[in-house]
Structure formats: C-alpha cells, structure tokens
C-alpha cells in the first residue's frame, strides 16, 4: 500500500520566516495530495490541495509543489504568522474509492 | 450546510467495557471515514463506508467495528476497551464517490480515556 513519509516532525520559526514542509510517497498511481492543518483542540482542516497534473498551487501566503518523478511534494507557507502554528498533515491519494495515507505530521511553531 | 458532527465529544470508560461513537456526515455526503489519532502516530484509518457497506479498511484489530446507516450515519464500537485505545477518534465525510479524490471533511472528534 502507500506510504507517506513527512519531515520535519517539528519546525520552529521566526514571525516572517518560510517555512517548508517535505513528504514523499511511494505509489506512482497517487494522484492527489492535500494537506490539511490541525489548530490545537481542533478538527483538521484542509488548507490547499495539488493533484498530478499540477506542478505547482499557490493560495495567498500557502503553496504547494510537487515533483511526480521524485515522489515529492512540499508545503511552502511564506511571511509566517502566529496564528500559522498548528500541525500540518499532508496526505496521498489515488482517488476513486481509496483512502488518502496520511503523513504523521508536523508541529509548526511560529515564534513572535 | 452543516459540518460534520460526532458525539459524544469526550468519553471516559474502564478496561474491558465497550463504546459506541456515532457521526453525522454533511448533507449528501455518501462517504465517512474514521481515523485514530494519538501523539506521534499521526492519522491512523481505521475504515470507510459508503452506501452502508465497508469500502475500505485499515489495520486495526476486530475488536473496532462499524456501520453506516441508510442516511449516511455512521456509528463506530470498539468492544474491549484496552488502554492503549485511548485516543481523539475522528471521521470525515466526502460527497459523491468520496475516497481519495474529493476533500474530506473532518468532524470534532470524540475523545476517548480508557482508565
């Protein structure tokens, strides 16, 4: 089956740094990756997502690339803020009826 | 429309007992989904529905169970609780065909402490 691996598992910034977030995969036939940001107490929720015929999305201060032939994707999120500081997952997909592999996240600390 | 709705929102049960968490999906959503989610162990699936039957299933042992009803709600059992279950469980509907194309969306989460 797929699997996701997400690096870092922890990432402390400064307000206004970047920061960037890796996960691979390993299944060719994924074909939809989302990442989702999960505030402390709160439910996950889906911030941006890139599907394979894409190499790159942007969203405001978010974006996300992705590379098919090294099996990568990134989040970038840019001008960091406060409020940017939750855990973020991101996740892999073939679509149709399987279930996206979640990566086991990373916890975004954005230092004022 | 309404999100994604679980209850009860917190649970406290002792070794050995059984719990049932139930969610309700957004309307028109035909597929749900649930996870367990611990510390360091990120999401981890533990099966889908749709159209009340188990399209896809993770890997966790019998003792973790579930349904889906003719409306889409969906109830999840785990029967002999261990400690080790304690955990935030959290489902996630998607509309139409659902799976791993369409946005899931996530419920609050019933949080279960096994004493």
């Known amino acids: 089956g797929e699997n996701v691996e997400q690096h870092p598992s922890t990432l402390s910034v400064q307000e206004g740094d970047s920061a960037v977030i890796k996960c691979t995969y390993s299944d060719s036939a994924s074909n939809y990756f989302p990442w989702y940001k999960q505030e402390l107490g709160k439910r996950p929720q889906l911030i941006i997502d890139?599907?394979?015929?894409?190499g790159e999305k942007k969203d405001q201060r978010i974006a996300v690339t992705l590379n098919k032939t090294a099996k990568h994707f990134s989040l970038h999120i840019t001008e960091t803020q406060p409020e940017d500081s939750a855990v973020y997952f991101c996740?892999?997909?073939?679509?149709?009826?399987?279930?996206?592999?979640f990566g086991r996240g990373t916890s975004l600390i954005v230092h004022p | 429309k309404a999100g994604v709705t679980q209850t009860p929102r917190y649970l406290i049960k002792t070794r050995g007992q059984q719990v049932t968490l139930s969610c309700s999906p957004i309307s028109g959503h035909r597929s749900v989904s649930w996870y367990q989610q611990t510390p360091g162990q990120g999401l981890q699936f533990l099966f889908e529905y749709f159209s009340e039957t188990q399209r896809n299933k993770g890997n966790f042992p019998g003792r973790f169970s579930g349904r889906q009803f003719s409306n889409s709600r969906s109830e999840m059992n785990v029967s002999t609780l261990e400690l080790g279950d304690s955990a935030l469980y959290l489902c996630?509907?998607?509309?139409?065909?659902?799976?791993?194309?369409?946005?899931?969306?996530f419920g609050p989460g019933t949080r279960l402490t096994v004493l």
């Open positions: 996630a509907s998607s509309p139409l065909e659902g799976g791993g194309s369409d946005t899931q969306y």
């Open positions: 890139i599907r394979s015929n894409v």
């Open positions: 996740a892999a997909s073939k679509g149709g009826s399987y279930i996206p592999t």
